[in-house]
């Protein structure tokens, strides 16, 4: 009787963490239209466009296979291995993905949104960002418990109300710059932690 309340509360802690997820590279347009920077908001559209789609379709590629070893009860058979070798194969097509935006930013963005004007820096710290953050998620998949989805849904909500926070009110002016390096950070920090749950 009390295994039933225990799979609902995991259930629940799964689905906060993958809905927050879901948020993690989507707030700075929010807080660029707080205030009321449009200009921002389409150059990291732009940007958004070039990085998390790619990104996310790799990811889910190269693990669809793991989906069943991933969130199994019994992870005694967990092919280790096989899952760091994918790790290595993911993070080298994210960096060989990366090489070809920083070659096409400028020729395909003069085609595709000739109004925008912005660094390559911008999407290849995004996609440095994203990156960091899956392989955060990868180290959960790897820790054998269901139940760390709920320090990790802990671990994602300080670390995004600090770096909204840290947005907002540092003594700087907001930039997207800014904004992506502290994706790039905040996803750095997930992963530490999440390496340190996997062990």
């Not at 990291?44 to 790619?54: A, E, I, K």
């Amino acid at each position: 009787a009390t295994a039933v309340p225990a799979q609902r509360a995991e259930l629940f802690w799964l689905l906060a963490f993958f809905a927050i997820t879901g948020f993690t590279f989507q707030w700075d347009r929010y807080l660029l239209s707080t205030l009321d920077l449009q200009s921002l908001i389409i150059i990291s559209g732009v940007c958004m466009t070039w990085v998390l789609g790619p990104i996310s379709t790799l990811f889910a590629v190269i693990y669809r296979a793991d989906a069943r070893q991933i969130f199994a009860r019994d992870r005694e058979a967990f092919d280790r291995r096989g899952f760091l070798r994918r790790a290595g194969l993911f993070c080298g097509a994210v960096l060989g993905y990366a090489a070809l935006v920083a070659m096409l930013w400028t020729p395909l963005n003069a085609v595709a949104f000739p109004r925008v004007q912005a660094s390559v820096a911008l999407p290849l710290i995004l996609i440095v960002g994203v990156m960091l953050d899956r392989v955060g998620l990868l180290f959960l998949y790897m820790s054998n418990a269901v139940a760390n989805y709920r320090a990790a849904f802990i671990a994602k909500a300080v670390i995004m109300t600090a770096a909204i926070c840290l947005s907002l009110f540092g003594p700087w002016d907001i930039s997207l710059m800014l904004v992506f390096m502290t994706y790039a950070l905040s996803a750095l920090v997930f992963a530490v932690l999440m390496g340190a749950i996997r062990r």
